[in-house]
């Protein structure tokens, strides 16, 4: 049982500073790059997830110290070693702690020390009940997080089968349905991973005008349109799991702010104009400010993603002019970085 607390200690631990590591590189990566594309600062804002995630699986290697530890193993010295290299699959920041024992010389983490420290310092078990702990919390912050998302589907289930019809519009193989519900008093959202859907409540839909209510469906679809709830809903019931993890949720909601302005340009795209996306916004932000709970997607009412959002639409930077093939060279480069950066190792477990 000790042996488990201490393997989960040193995963967890060493989840916190693989999240950390890909946020900065993807931090510092949007910083010089500054891509144009939608789809390239998603996948940037999604590359720190995935190195946690990707660390996690590999989990604490066989040569690691960490197992001659567990056998009574001592370390007589240790060493610090760092360095970036350029490897097939990227520039990857290599980052090694050593521990010399009577056997040779192992790979270490930063989790392994510590979880000695609290071993000779505190207690035997105190890695153990620290893991067990969080564990404890995470599996229920996850499960109380899950119910509210399943309790909340039923929610919507009962608004679909008693709201009006408006139309439905197409998306490519795909038919949305529109809705307007008068027992719904929050703010527009899409829904429906297999049947999709767009719920408006009757109060706003009625102060819309014809081109403003075409404006908030469009946004919608636009949600629709790029699949956005299937990766959401997954990054929410990351959070929930992931709670110890420093900077998770602020990714989470970063990374929903750009999804809504891309949800944004696609309603210019169908040509809505910007100023009418824009009123739109300010309308629904009104109705955030009241106590109802705010669905997966939906207009953001965070006050500083309301702000940058309105600007960005009244007051759109100009376009850069770039040639294919200096895009396709960038895109071709952030890639080798990426994956350089799940390769990275900066103290924590080895691959």
């Known amino acids: 049982m000790r042996l488990a607390g201490d393997v989960l200690f040193n995963l967890m631990l060493n989840s916190v500073a693989s999240f950390w590591l890909g946020l900065l590189v993807a931090l510092l990566m949007l910083r010089l790059s500054k891509p144009s594309r939608t789809a390239a600062c998603v996948a940037l804002l999604l590359l720190p997830v995935a190195k946690l995630l990707w660390d996690l699986r590999a989990g604490i290697p066989a040569a690691s110290f960490f197992w001659a530890s567990e056998q009574g193993v001592k370390q007589r010295l240790g060493q610090f070693q760092i360095g970036i290299g350029a490897h097939p699959w990227g520039l990857a920041i290599d980052g090694h702690l050593w521990a010399?024992?009577?056997?040779?010389?192992?790979?270490?983490?930063?989790?392994?020390?510590?979880?000695?420290?609290?071993?000779?310092?505190?207690?035997?078990?105190?890695?153990?009940?620290?893991?067990?702990?969080?564990?404890?919390?995470?599996?229920?912050?996850?499960?109380?997080?899950?119910?509210?998302?399943?309790?909340?589907?039923?929610?919507?289930?009962?608004?679909?089968?008693?709201?009006?019809?408006?139309?439905?519009?197409?998306?490519?193989?795909?038919?949305?349905?529109?809705?307007?519900?008068?027992?719904?008093?929050?703010?527009?959202?899409?829904?429906?991973?297999?049947?999709?859907?767009?719920?408006?409540?009757?109060?706003?839909?009625?102060?819309?005008?014809?081109?403003?209510?075409?404006?908030?469906?469009?946004?919608?679809?636009?949600?629709?349109?790029?699949?956005?709830?299937?990766?959401?809903?997954?990054?929410?019931?990351?959070?929930?799991?992931?709670?110890?993890?420093?900077?998770?949720?602020?990714?989470?909601?970063?990374?929903?702010?750009?999804?809504?302005?891309?949800?944004?340009?696609?309603?210019?795209?169908?040509?809505?104009?910007?100023?009418?996306?824009?009123?739109?916004?300010?309308?629904?932000?009104?109705?955030?400010?009241?106590?109802?709970?705010?669905?997966l997607l939906g207009m953001c009412r965070e006050s500083s993603a309301l702000r940058q959002r309105v600007r960005r639409l009244l007051a759109p930077e100009p376009a850069r002019v770039e040639k294919p093939w200096l895009a396709v060279a960038r895109g071709l480069l952030l890639l080798w970085l990426a994956l350089g950066v799940l390769q990275a190792s900066a103290c924590g477990n080895h691959p």
């Open 100 to 295: 010399n024992h009577a056997t040779g010389r192992s790979p270490q983490s930063i989790a392994d020390l510590l979880s000695r420290a609290l071993r000779y310092r505190v207690s035997v078990y105190a890695a153990s009940l620290v893991s067990f702990a969080v564990l404890t919390l995470s599996l229920v912050k996850f499960s109380l997080h899950s119910l509210g998302l399943w309790t909340f589907r039923r929610q919507t289930q009962g608004l679909l089968a008693g709201c009006a019809n408006v139309e439905w519009r197409s998306l490519g193989r795909r038919r949305v349905r529109v809705c307007v519900s008068r027992q719904y008093t929050g703010v527009p959202f899409a829904g429906g991973l297999f049947r999709p859907y767009v719920m408006l409540p009757a109060a706003l839909a009625e102060r819309l005008s014809e081109r403003e209510r075409e404006a908030v469906v469009q946004h919608e679809l636009g949600h629709v349109r790029y699949f956005d709830l299937a990766l959401l809903l997954p990054l929410e019931l990351l959070c929930a799991f992931f709670w110890f993890v420093p900077g998770l949720k602020w990714l989470v909601r970063r990374l929903r702010a750009v999804l809504e302005q891309r949800a944004d340009d696609c309603a210019v795209a169908a040509g809505v104009s910007a100023e009418t996306v824009a009123s739109v916004l300010l309308l629904a932000a009104e109705r955030a400010l009241g106590k109802t709970p705010l669905p």
